[in-house]
């Protein structure tokens, strides 16, 4: 049994998408073990994706990122770091398969409604970002 993180980002958030995104993820049998709201400071997104610090996109994102309230939820299956990513469609919604979330809902390649851990360890470390373990069902 496979965990990662998924965040419905500000757009995701402001647009009334929440219900439509974990409707998805429920459909799938992919079972939600944590979940909770929040609003990132611009210092909290800016840790969240240090692995990004030296992009061009980095501040524009943490920005984006800090702009409103997010939901993060642990996303619990077997092989549910891909079969996540498969639901989100690729970063360009422009290249995102028909039927994806990008692919239905994003309006730009920063504002694309959703966030997933890329690999085991990014899925632990942002996992241990937002929850502790009594956080997680
Ligand atoms: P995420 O981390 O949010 O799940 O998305 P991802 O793996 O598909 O994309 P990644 O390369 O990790 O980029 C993280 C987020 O940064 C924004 N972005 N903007 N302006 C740009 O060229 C650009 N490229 C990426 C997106 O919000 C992307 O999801
Ligand atoms: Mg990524």
Known sequence: MERTLSIIKPDGVSRGL?????KRFEK???KIAAMKMLH???KEAEGFYAVHKEKPFFDSLTDFMSSGPIVVMV??????IQRNRDLMGAT??????????RADFATDIEK????GSDSPE?????IAYFFSELEIH
């Not at 929440?18 to 974990?22: A, D, K, T």
């Not at 996303?75 to 549910?80: A, T």
């Not at 694309?112 to 966030?115: A, R, W």
């Open 18 to 22: 929440i219900g439509e995104v974990i």
């Open 28 to 30: 799938e049998g992919i």
């Open 40 to 42: 990132l400071t611009k």
């Open 75 to 80: 996303l619990e299956g077997e092989n549910v």
């Open 92 to 101: 360009n919604y422009k290249e995102a398969k028909p039927g994806t979330i």
């Open 112 to 115: 694309n409604v959703v966030h």
């Open 122 to 126: 990014n899925a632990q470390k942002e």
